[in-house]
């Protein structure tokens, strides 16, 4: 089965789009992929995203990005067919994540009673009717239902991609977010534990284009970075906040480690390089924090596969190397899974499943209290 995964993360950065040939199921599916590319978000197209994300804001604008997001996936659909030579009706099904721009997994007391949410908008709907072809779209919210965070949803992939019969694994994301997924030697499916560890580049990316007067959108190949010395005390306080105490499952996003987070980050007087520099070691040492605390007691971590736009940040890198002595660092790319596509080619994978009619949500990663067939389909 040929299927589309449409991504846009908390980056803001764009739409990635993966085109996959899927056949089988479980740790036997196998997946080719046929092609991946995308479009970047506009400087007022990634304002206007801003502007609806965990804000106060009007209906009228989010209903209407609701339907120009639609619109932009099912153009990054035709410009990647496009690009690449492919008949967009040769596709048979397209899975579409839709642009977070609200999560809270946990949930809070609401109107006398406690009620967990998550929002992305996108419709489905429309990128079904401008492609000619299905769509499985929100993913999420079956999962939050459930009892689950709704997130994170890839280590049901990570698992039949990575996992090992003797090695013991951790995949990393590094997008907006920071993700991991613990693939334990020989695991079956309900032994594989995942969280979100904190920011990725999130931080990082509102630091540099705040520094630079919009000019950087992100710290590129962590040169800022390198420039600075991180605040080993700024480190630590920021290692001691809440969301790190917390045990998984666990998710995160801009409600944590948004502008306001990122207000009180300059507000210490670092100097910008120093600051950045901080910023980098924080996301990396919240990654080792996460495998240290959840994920070590419970088995030897023998490689660390990373993947998402972080791995091109050689900043973050060298401290993940560093603060994880004794793990050896690759990336998905030495698997056949592209650093940058990944999440792409995940959620074409997860909508294979909702296809076929099969869970593809992991309890044990998202606190799910059963595994359920993930999203909504538009015919």
Same mark, same amino acid.
């Given at each position: 089965?040929?299927? =589309?995964?449409?991504?846009? #993360?908390?980056?803001l950065?764009?739409i ?5 040939e899927?056949?089988?199921?479980g740790q036997?599916t196998t ?5 991946l @590319?995308?479009?970047? &978000?506009s400087?007022a197209?990634?304002?206007a995203i801003?502007?609806v ?10 209903a209407?990005?609701?339907?120009l997001?639609? +619109?932009? &996936?099912?153009?990054? $659909?035709h410009?990647?067919?496009r690009?690449?030579?492919i008949d ?9 994540? #839709?642009?977070?721009i !609200?999560?809270? /997994?946990?949930g $809070?007391r609401?109107l006398?009673k406690?009620? %967990? ?6 419709? @489905?709907s429309?990128?079904? *009717?401008?492609?000619?072809v299905?769509?499985v779209s929100d993913?999420?919210?079956?999962d939050?239902a ?5 997130a994170p ?5 990570d &698992? !039949?991609?990575?996992?090992d019969?003797?090695?013991g ?8 977010i ?5 693939l ?7 032994e594989?534990?995942? !969280?979100d560890?904190g920011?990725?580049n999130?931080v990082?990316d509102?630091?540099a284009?705040?520094y630079s ?8 190949a962590?040169?800022? %970075?390198?420039?600075g ?7 630590k306080v920021l290692?001691r906040g809440?969301f790190f ?8 996003g801009r *409600?944590?480690?948004g =502008?306001?987070f $990122?207000?009180?980050?300059i ?6 390089p120093?600051?950045?520099?901080? %910023?980098t070691? !924080?996301? =990396?040492?919240?990654v080792a924090?996460?495998?240290?605390r ?8 023998d ?5 998402g @736009?972080?791995?091109h940040n050689a900043?973050?890198?060298?401290y993940? %190397?560093?603060?994880?002595?004794g793990v ?5 790319d ?5 650093i940058d /596509?990944? +999440?792409?080619?995940?959620?074409a994978?997860?909508a &294979? ?6 869970p ?6 998202t606190?799910a ?5 993930? @999203?909504?389909?538009?015919?």
């Open positions: 089965m040929r299927v =589309a995964g449409i991504m846009s #993360g908390t980056s950065d764009g990635d789009v993966a085109v996959v899927i056949t089988g199921r036997s997946i080719e992929p046929v092609a @590319g995308g479009i970047p &978000y400087a197209l990634r304002r801003l502007s994300s965990n804000t106060d804001t009007h209906t009228a604008r989010i209407r990005l609701h339907f997001l639609g +619109e932009l &996936y099912a153009a990054a $659909v410009a990647v067919c690009e690449h030579s967009v009706a040769s596709i048979d099904l397209i899975g579409c994540h #839709g642009q977070t !609200f999560h809270d /997994g946990a $809070v609401f006398g406690k009620t %967990a949410a998550t929002l992305q908008i996108g419709d @489905g429309v990128v079904a *009717e401008l492609t000619g299905p769509v993913f999420r919210t079956r939050v459930a009892g689950g965070n709704g949803l890839v280590p049901f992939v &698992y !039949f991609l990575f996992s019969r003797k090695l694994r951790v995949a990393l994301n590094i997008g907006g920071a993700n991991i997924t613990a334990p030697p020989d695991a079956d499916a309900s594989v534990t995942a !969280f560890t920011p990725g999130m990082i509102e630091l284009s705040r007067k919009g000019k950087a959108k992100f710290d590129r962590g040169k800022m %970075a390198s420039a010395e991180p605040s080993e005390s700024l480190l290692l809440p105490r917390e045990r998984p499952p666990k998710s995160a *409600e944590q480690f =502008a306001e $990122v207000d009180r980050l507000g210490s007087g670092l100097k910008p120093d600051l950045i520099a901080t %910023a070691a !924080f996301t =990396a040492a919240a924090a996460g495998i240290n959840f994920v070590q007691p419970h088995m030897d971590v490689e660390l596969i990373a993947s @736009g972080g791995v900043s973050i890198m060298a993940l %190397a560093a603060f994880l002595p050896k660092i690759r990336t998905s030495e698997f056949g899974i592209d /596509g990944k +999440e792409a080619i995940a959620f994978i997860l &294979y499943e909702t296809w076929r009619r099969r593809s949500n992991l309890p044990s990663a606190g209290t059963h595994p359920v067939i993930l @999203g909504k389909i538009s015919f």
